[in-house]
């Protein structure tokens, strides 16, 4: 019997020493978790789908990263900001404090992205933008970087493509008021127009509206009444759609141009024959490939998912990727210390092109320029810096 109790209470000690604590250890030691910041619900969430597909995909295909000869299991913790920027400051601060992650991609939308920005920055973890193109989401924040052109470069290329293939001479805008976004691409294409034509009245009007509008039928009246060559309308793909269609059944006939946004088959499923012709920026192309690797994302994309990719999706495709590059070169799981990698990125070889980021932590890449055709995306040219 007392052999027995003797045994019993090695158990017991050794129970108590390793048993519990131990794999909880070990459970912890070998997994980090990456956050996925992205509007999965209200006025966003079909562009917010669009790069979680494309960070899960990647996921898919490098599920784990080596540190210092240790294999770590990546997991996603994804917060829905639900297009709302109270929401996205609710769901990073979420992030930071109950998930914990090392590290955030995302968001889709600039406003949504800067809502979160400051408590990235408080909690010294690292965030990558996606396709979030306004200039302040890294403006004077240290932690936070992106793998997208940005809006002053693009609202160049679309007044170039207003001015040289259109020929306009004059423009109306009209913009989201309530999205950052919208209202820093238009005020730059506004400032390059100006400068093309060489007239400081050549954009005759610009109109605004706000987020989940309905009803343009008083701009598109002001439109109608001045006849302008052509319509900058960056905002989000429903609005626009909504907008374009509103204006053709007015008779309006001007050729509408828009940013990265439209790119998002909501945008042709709501504008139907109305957006024919439609001409947008965007940030890849799926026969246009810039790298070796954007021919294994295309392939893989429709393997997984069953259909062509969109330029959004593979910008998630490559925010993971370049997450765990920067891992890698940072040889640590530190958030501050994969901070510093991240800033120190140069010739970066993701499926959308080659990322070097300057101090802003922006990288400088080429913009392609698609046109709405038989009911589809169809590359027209790619416009370098």
Known sequence: MKRILGIIAIAL????????????????????KFGVFEPLTGANAAGGAEELDGIRLAQGLYPTVTVGGKVY????????????????????????????????????????????????????IPAIALSATNVLVTKDNPYYFRVCFLDPF????????????VQA??????????NDYSV?????????FKGLTGNP???LAELNYQTNDQDFSA?????????????????????????????????ITAPFLGGDTWEINEFIQVGRQAVEGAVMSAFFDNDAPLTPLSGVFVTEYQKKYGKLPSGTAVLGFDGYLLAIDAIKRADSIDPIK?????????GFEGAAGVVNLDVNGDPIKSAVIKEVKDGKFVYKTTVAP
């Open 13 to 32: 000690a050794i129970a108590l020493l390793f048993g519990c604590a131990k794999p909880a250890d070990k459970a912890a030691s070998t997994v980090i």
């Open 73 to 124: 299991t990546i997991e996603l913790a994804i917060a829905d900001n639900k297009s709302d920027k109270v929401e996205a400051a609710n769901a990073g601060q979420r992030l930071v404090d109950s998930d914990k992650v090392t590290l955030v991609l995302g968001s889709w939308g600039s406003s949504l992205s800067m809502a979160a920005g400051p408590i990235f920055e408080a909690a010294k």
């Open 154 to 165: 693009q609202g160049t290329v679309m007044a170039n493509y207003a001015f040289k293939n």
């Open 169 to 178: 001479k004059n423009a109306v805008i009209i913009r989201e008021v309530t």
């Open 184 to 192: 820093g691409l238009a005020k730059f294409f506004a400032d390059s």
């Open 201 to 203: 009245d050549a954009i």
């Open 219 to 251: 701009q598109l009246t002001r439109v109608k009444t001045l006849k302008p060559d052509v319509i900058f309308a960056p905002g989000n793909y429903t609005e626009s759609a909504l907008i374009i269609k509103q204006a053709r059944e007015l008779g």
């Open 338 to 346: 994969i901070r510093d990698a991240i800033a120190a990125t140069k």
